[in-house]
């Protein structure tokens, strides 16, 4: 994982998760509003998970969550990869094509 998912060191917010206070988050770049939207998203997923499971196991709900957004992001990684070696065949084809199409015929 990227450090730039690891808390700073710097003065954060206290975001609310599952109903306990995390005090002085601060991950790079996110602001108080966008940690506590994060927080309402985790929060409602593991209201979900509770709801569907019948279980109030906090500590479970809370490990099922992380694996659940850690696999979504990991999906978005791979489809982030995957459009770029696309698009670096596409450019690729595309700057041999016009450099053939450019070339004085001999």
Known sequence: ???????EKTEGTNVVVGGITLENVSYGGLGSM???????????????????????NTFKNALVAAFHFRASLYMMEQEKDNFRN????????????LSSAVKPQQ
Do not use: H
């Not at 994982?1 to 808390?7: A, T, W």
């Open 86 to 97: 696309t698009s670096e065949v596409k450019l690729d084809n595309m700057i041999k094509l």
């Open 34 to 56: 966008e940690l506590n939207m994060i927080a309402s998203e985790v929060t409602a997923y593991m209201q979900e998970l509770e709801k569907n499971t019948n279980s109030v």
């Open 1 to 7: 994982m990227g450090d730039n998912f690891l808390p």
